[in-house]
């Protein structure tokens, strides 16, 4: 059973930077993809990025492109989302998702995931 613990949100000004963690076990992962999606009240929760275990490969959704990177630690099976130039619109509880299947093409959608984290807060302020 992969079990994913997501930390480092917080509350941060407008401007500012959060790196988010994403702590994987429970399986030994190769080709999967992980991903970051994001909830705000009342709303869809949403891809923010993804990254290819194997491959490296990135996508981003457009709001965040520029200003979000994540990257992925194979030695410590933690996957990061590094977050700058952070808006109030950002302002959301933070999941960490794994799609087993391999592609080769990103899935953008919450039902392509198999397993979530928890969640992290991240509050922006203006």
């Known amino acids: 059973q992969v079990q994913l613990v997501e930390s480092g949100g917080g509350l941060v000004q407008a401007g500012g930077s959060l790196r988010l963690s994403c702590a994987a076990s429970?399986?030994?992962?190769?080709?999967?993809?992980m991903a970051w999606f994001r909830q705000a009240p009342g709303k869809e929760r949403d891809i923010v990025a993804a990254?290819?275990?194997?491959?490296?490969?990135?996508y981003y959704a457009d709001s965040v492109k520029g200003r979000f990177t994540i990257s992925r630690d194979n030695a410590k099976n933690t996957v990061y989302l590094q977050m700058n130039s952070l808006k109030p619109e950002d302002t959301a509880v933070y999941y960490c998702a794994v799609r087993v299947k391999n592609d080769y093409t990103f899935r953008s959608r919450r039902d392509d995931y198999d397993y979530w984290g928890q969640g992290t807060q991240v509050t922006v302020s203006s």
């Open positions: 990254i290819s275990w194997s491959r490296g490969s990135t």
């Open positions: 429970g399986r030994t992962f190769s080709s999967e993809t």
